[in-house]
């Protein structure tokens, strides 16, 4: 079982998420994800208590995205795969946190069944200013396009970072532009009840 405060934010998470779907089925948050460490991952009962507590909390598998990082991925490949194998029949998605800053592999994306790349905040922050970081952006995106990815930008933190993110093709951000990390109840006020 994930210990302490790992259980914890899962079982939390997915409970005021399924509460949300109920109360605002209209306006709710379609995904929930939640960062996954290398030690909670790295236990032998990782996929059974995922899978524990989606049935008991109520949630439909595909809600939960798990965040994992770069550096998790290596190490016991075999593992890996088959981990994040048994998770995706049930319909958890997998996300890549921090994407380009720890080992990229382009054999891992293909290998391993990932929904989603996040781009770093450390190459999202000065796009507008280093001609680097916008042809790293630009090139991840046209990357997760062909490999048919979400992307999701991190560290988005004005509206003319996010504007030039789409003009290239980005359509998720992250980021205190939209707002701060919050508690629940006040997402809820500011988000979902209106």
Not at 17 to 45: C, G, M
Not at 112 to 124: A, G, N, Q, T
């Amino acid at each position: 079982m994930l210990t302490g405060p790992s259980e914890f934010v899962l079982r939390q998470s997915l409970d005021v998420h399924l509460k949300w779907t109920e109360k605002y089925p209209d306006s709710v948050v379609a995904r929930v994800s939640v960062n996954v460490s290398a030690i909670q991952f790295r236990q032998k009962n990782f996929v059974e208590t995922i899978e524990q507590a989606v049935k008991e909390i109520g949630n439909d598998p595909k809600v939960l995205t798990l965040e994992l990082t770069e550096s998790m991925l290596i190490g016991n490949m075999s593992e890996t795969v088959e981990k994040m194998q048994q998770l995706k029949q049930l319909g958890v998605r997998f996300s890549i946190d921090d994407f380009g800053t720890g080992y990229s592999s382009l054999a891992y994306l293909k290998r391993l069944p990932i929904s989603e790349i996040k781009i770093d905040r450390s190459f999202v922050q000065d796009i507008l200013t280093d001609p680097n970081d916008a042809a790293l952006v630009n090139t991840i995106l046209n990357l997760a396009k062909q490999l048919q990815l979400e992307v999701v930008a991190e560290g988005v933190e004005s509206r003319e970072i996010r504007d030039a993110l789409i003009r290239y093709g980005c359509t998720v951000f992250q980021g205190y532009h939209f707002s701060r990390p919050i508690p629940a109840e006040q997402f809820e006020k500011a988000f979902l009840a209106n």
